[in-house]
């Protein structure tokens, strides 16, 4: 099995991005659009959607609408500062504003007991709280809620990699969600298969990144 560094996904994006022209928003979508085709819609209702405020969190806003589009009972909590979302994150932000979508804004104990209860009656948790950018150790209510997921979920699927596991060296950032599930995007990062208990099932999925731009990337190795 063919594994990157989260530094080479991370070229092979701006690469396609920059290089080919295909819009970040676009792979946004695909991959939103691969999560949902891994979700049994037949039999799965309720959901969970938990984001933080960089491009993984976009993922999950957008997860979270087509969830909506089609019909699904839908729970959208965001923890982070609003202030420093992503550019593509924004746009989604923005979407379900459009669409008069209500969500939490996980602040405090309020929010937490409000995400602890969702999280036990429906099915499905979707986390897009860190991607493969995270380095730091996870504390403060990141790690509560992080926790509370854990903890009260009945099923988890993250989204790239679970929120808190290292994406190169599958160490854990202080804690780290514990997926039943993971979908991967492009390539899978060396990480995913140091951390398999945290993983779960480990599916990767193409987002239209070109293989011009993969072989790019890998070229300078």
């Known amino acids: 099995m063919s594994t990157i560094s989260c530094e080479e996904m991370k070229a092979m994006d701006s690469y396609a991005i920059e290089k080919i022209g295909i819009p970040s928003i676009v792979l946004?979508?695909?991959?939103?659009?691969?999560?949902?085709?891994?979700?049994?819609?037949?039999?799965?209702?309720?959901f969970n959607v938990i984001c933080g405020v960089g491009n993984n969190g976009?993922?999950?806003?957008?997860?979270?609408?087509?969830?909506?589009?089609?019909?699904?009972?839908?729970?959208?909590f965001i923890i982070g500062n609003l202030d420093k979302g992503t550019?593509?994150?924004?746009?989604?932000?923005?979407?379900?504003?459009n669409m008069e979508v209500k969500f939490t804004h996980v602040t405090g104990e309020m929010e937490l007991e409000t995400l602890k209860n969702s999280l036990m009656k429906?099915?499905?948790?979707?986390?897009?709280?860190?991607?493969i950018g995270l380095t730091r150790k996870i504390e403060g209510i990141f790690r509560e809620v992080i926790s509370l997921i854990n903890d009260y979920s009945n099923n988890i699927l993250s989204v790239d990699i679970p929120s808190g596991l290292d994406g190169n060296?599958?160490?854990?950032l202080g804690i780290s969600i514990k997926a039943n599930k993971t979908i991967t995007f492009h390539l899978i990062k060396k990480?995913?298969?140091?951390?398999?208990?945290?993983?779960?099932?480990?599916?990767?999925?193409?987002?239209?990144?070109?293989?011009?731009a993969t072989n790019e990337i890998l070229n300078r190795r």
């Not at 979270?64 to 009972?73: E, I, Q, S, Y």
């Open 87 to 97: 550019k593509d994150f924004n746009i989604n932000l923005n979407i379900l504003k």
């Open 191 to 212: 990480g995913l298969l140091k951390g398999k208990e945290y993983t779960g099932e480990i599916i990767v999925e193409p987002i239209g990144i070109p293989k011009h």
């Open 28 to 46: 946004m979508e695909n991959a939103a659009l691969k999560v949902m085709d891994n979700i049994d819609l037949q039999k799965i209702n309720s």
């Open 169 to 172: 060296t599958g160490e854990i």
């Open 58 to 76: 976009g993922d999950g806003l957008a997860i979270a609408r087509h969830l909506m589009v089609n019909g699904k009972n839908v729970n959208l």
């Open 122 to 131: 429906n099915y499905l948790t979707i986390d897009s709280i860190f991607g």
